[in-house]
């Protein structure tokens, strides 16, 4: 059974930093790139940054460019993004997901979904 386990959100302050981790298990996790996307409130689904199967390429939003940076260690299984220079309009649900597809942008790509994290930056 495949399960993609979002932690590490919370509430940041603007200015500040927050590190999410996405642990995942019941498929092979260096066979996927993997991504992040994120939800605010009466929005679509944005991707957010994406990472190659053997980390050599990564791909950031614009929005993001810069402040957030994206990780995994294939021996641990696990997903990392460490955003820094936090926004208010960093709110919203982030989610990490599994592509064996390629380092896409658009949620199509993508197979694993975790459930989501919220993360809330006050100004």
């Known amino acids: 059974q495949v399960q993609l386990v979002e932690s590490g959100g919370g509430l940041g302050q603007a200015g500040g930093s927050l590190r999410l981790s996405c642990a995942a298990s019941?498929?092979?996790?260096?066979?996927?790139?993997m991504a992040w996307f994120r939800q605010a409130p009466g929005k679509e689904r944005e991707f957010v940054a994406v990472?190659?199967?053997?980390?050599?390429?990564?791909d950031y939003a614009d929005s993001v460019k810069g402040r957030f940076t994206i990780s995994r260690d294939n021996a641990k299984n696990t997903l990392y993004l460490q955003m820094n220079s936090l926004k208010p309009e960093d709110t919203a649900v982030y989610f990490c997901a599994a592509s064996g597809r390629g380092i896409g942008r658009t949620v199509f790509e993508y197979t694993y979904w975790g459930q989501g994290t919220q993360v809330t930056v006050s100004a």
């Open positions: 019941g498929y092979i996790f260096s066979d996927y790139a």
């Open positions: 990472i190659s199967w053997i980390a050599t390429t990564v």
